[in-house]
C-alpha cells in the first residue's frame, strides 16, 4: 500500500542553523509532493510542493529536495527562527487523487 | 479571498448524540478532502468529494460516518451516534482542481465526545 514516513519523530535545532527534514514515500506513481507546516491549534499550512519531473524547488528560506530513484523527499530551512517551530509534514498524491500524509516531524528552534 | 472556514472550531457531544461539520473551500475551490487528526497524530484522509459526488471515501469508517458537499452550502461531515473515540480534530481542504494543484486547510474542528 501506500505510505509516507519521516526518518525522524522529533528534530532541535539552534536559531540560525539550517533546518533539514526528510521524508520516505514507498508510491513510486506518486507525482506530486507538498510539505505543510502545522503549529499547535492549527490547521496545516502550505510551504512549498514540487512535481515530479523537478529535483529541486526554492522558496523563500526553504528549499525542496525529490530524490526518486530512492523515494526520498526533504525539506531544508535556512536559518531557523523561533517562529519555525511546529510539526511538519511531508504529503504525496498520486494523479488525480487524495493527499497522503506521513506522521510528522516535530521541528524544536532553541534561541 | 478569504480561506477554508471550519465551524464550529470546537464541538462537544455526549455519547450517542449526533455531530455536525462544516466546512466552505475558497471560492472557486469545487474539491473538498477531510482528514482527520489524533493527538501526536499525522493526518488520516478520510474522504475526497466534488461537487455533488463523492470521489473517494476509502478513509471513512463504514458506519455512522457520511459526508457531501452539495451544489449549494458547505460541505457537511457527519457522524452519528459519536463514541469517545471519535474525539479528534477535523480538518477540512480544498483546491481547485486540476491536476497537482496544492489544497488549502481550514483550521479544523475539535470534537470531544464526553
Known amino acids: 500500500g501506500e505510505s509516507v514516513g519521516l526518518h525522524l519523530p522529533t528534530l532541535s535545532v539552534q536559531e540560525g542553523d539550517n533546518s533539514i527534514i526528510n521524508c520516505a514515500y514507498s508510491n513510486s506513481a506518486s507525482d506530486y509532493f507538498i510539505w505543510y507546516k502545522q503549529e499547535s491549534g492549527k490547521g496545516p499550512q502550505f510551504i512549498i510542493d514540487i512535481r515530479s519531473n523537478m529535483d529541486k524547488r526554492q522558496g523563500q528560506r526553504v528549499t525542496v529536495l525529490l530524490n526518486k530513484t530512492v523515494k526520498h523527499l526533504s525539506l531544508q530551512i535556512a536559518a531557523t527562527q523561533p517562529g519555525d517551530s511546529a510539526v511538519y509534514f511531508c504529503a504525496e498524491r498520486t494523479s488525480g487523487s487524495r493527499l497522503t500524509f506521513g506522521e510528522g516531524t516535530q521541528l524544536t528552534v532553541n534561541p | 479571498n478569504a480561506g477554508v472556514m471550519q465551524n464550529p472550531r470546537h464541538l462537544v457531544r455526549r455519547r450517542g448524540q449526533e455531530a455536525r461539520l462544516r466546512c466552505s473551500p475558497m471560492?472557486?475551490?469545487?474539491?473538498v478532502y477531510w482528514y482527520r487528526q489524533l493527538p501526536e497524530e499525522g493526518l488520516k484522509f478520510m474522504v475526497y468529494l466534488q461537487k455533488e459526488n463523492i470521489i473517494d471515501e476509502s478513509g471513512m469508517p463504514k458506519e455512522r460516518f457520511s459526508a457531501e458537499f452539495p451544489k449549494e452550502g458547505p460541505s457537511i461531515l457527519r457522524i452519528q451516534q459519536v463514541v469517545r473515540g471519535d474525539s479528534a480534530a477535523y480538518f477540512c481542504?480544498?483546491?481547485?482542481?486540476?491536476?497537482?494543484?496544492?489544497?488549502?486547510f481550514g483550521q479544523g474542528t475539535r470534537l470531544t465526545v464526553v
Open positions: 471560492k472557486g475551490h469545487s474539491h
Open positions: 481542504a480544498s483546491s481547485p482542481g486540476g491536476y497537482n494543484t496544492e489544497a488549502f
